[in-house]
């Protein structure tokens, strides 16, 4: 039974050109209780806030100019004077073709939110990521959460990935507690508005397949 979660002490970023989609999602986490909630209009501006900022979460969207959220995931990742490299993304986008799925996860985003936006599907992303926070993989052409989200057990061959690469632990999510509840467990109560927005490519569901493959 999954559990809920009290984030209120989180602080989250909001990296997004769409003034209509920052304060939605603002709206959607100070429901689930947060507080602590900046946003930035593209890359670079969000790469100055994460300066001075500690984020728990950073919340993303794709297209953006001059620095879209792809080049700001890189950066956060691998640029020499990022401040967390280690800090959660979650990259939003409309775009879920599974080019682009693969892409983004090959640039370090820890989750894959597909719009339209719903509470529901934001707070399972949250929640993934407080309950399965990977460790992070660095090898020459990689740095980021560990890409293989699943050990199977059939598997008997060679741990090539593992003999290549540098694993390095990162600690969990602090100022998070579980609320325990009886039964099935819902999402807090927030504003069910969407954006109005159809999602072409994957669905949700799909892109948490192809992530965990």
């Known amino acids: ?23 939605l999602i603002k709206t959607i986490l100070n429901a689930f209780g947060v507080r602590n ?9 969000a790469f100055k806030v994460l300066k001075h900022f500690p984020a728990d979460i950073i919340i993303c969207d794709w297209v953006m100019q001059p620095l879209d959220g792809l080049d700001f995931v890189r950066l956060v990742r ?8 280690y800090v959660p993304v979650i990259m939003l986008t409309g775009h879920t073709e599974m080019h682009r799925v693969m892409e983004a996860r090959e640039a370090g985003v820890s989750e894959f939110l597909a719009k339209p936006v719903s509470p ?19 090898t020459k ?16 061959g060679t741990e090539r990935r593992k ?14 507690t ?14 069910s508005s969407s954006i109005a927005e159809e999602a072409k490519g994957l669905s949700q569901a799909e892109v948490e397949a192809l992530l965990k493959s």
């Open 1 to 23: 039974m999954p559990a809920e979660y009290n984030i209120e002490r989180l602080n989250f970023l909001i990296v997004d050109d769409n003034k209509h989609m920052c304060v």
């Open 37 to 45: 909630v900046l946003d930035a209009g593209d890359g670079a501006d």
């Open 78 to 85: 691998t640029g020499k004077d990022s401040p967390n490299p």
């Open 120 to 138: 529901k599907k934001l707070y399972a992303r949250i929640r993934s990521i407080i309950e399965h926070q990977r460790n992070f993989i660095k």
């Open 141 to 156: 052409t990689y740095f980021g959460p560990d890409r293989r989200r699943q050990k199977l057990a059939s598997y008997k």
């Open 163 to 176: 003999a290549q690469a540098e694993t390095i632990a990162v600690q969990p999510i602090l100022n998070v």
């Open 178 to 191: 579980a609320i325990p509840r009886p039964g099935e467990v819902s999402p807090p109560a927030a504003a």
